[in-house]
């Protein structure tokens, strides 16, 4: 990760500024005050999603009533060059995960 470098601010920044970009803050994430640029890897989605597991069970577990939001709009690309945004939705978006 790295520090994502804005249009002359010097922070520290607040959600406000991170929304109010150009790109409405896509690709970055806002750390202690501070813009920081995501890393778009596989290892870094499955982290996320260990994590959102986690803390959905630990929620459970504790019978909190909480929303442990784990999708969002994400662009994909292919090598053809077509670019389709793609909203992936978290487990109480779908609904129960049926196994068989």
Not at 6 to 23: K, N, Q, S
Not at 73 to 100: K, V
């Amino acid at each position: 990760m790295s520090v994502a470098h804005d249009h002359g601010g010097f922070g520290p920044y607040t959600a406000e500024d991170l929304h109010a970009r150009e790109d409405e803050g896509r690709g970055l994430e806002l750390e202690d005050g501070w813009l920081i640029e995501l890393s778009p890897s596989a290892p870094h989605n499955w982290a996320a999603r260990q994590i959102q597991e986690i803390l959905q069970e630990a929620a459970a577990d504790a019978n909190a009533s909480v929303l442990i939001a784990g999708g969002g709009e994400w662009e994909i690309s292919t090598p053809g060059g077509h670019t389709q945004a793609r909203h992936l939705r978290s487990t109480e978006e779908r609904g129960p995960r049926l196994d068989h």
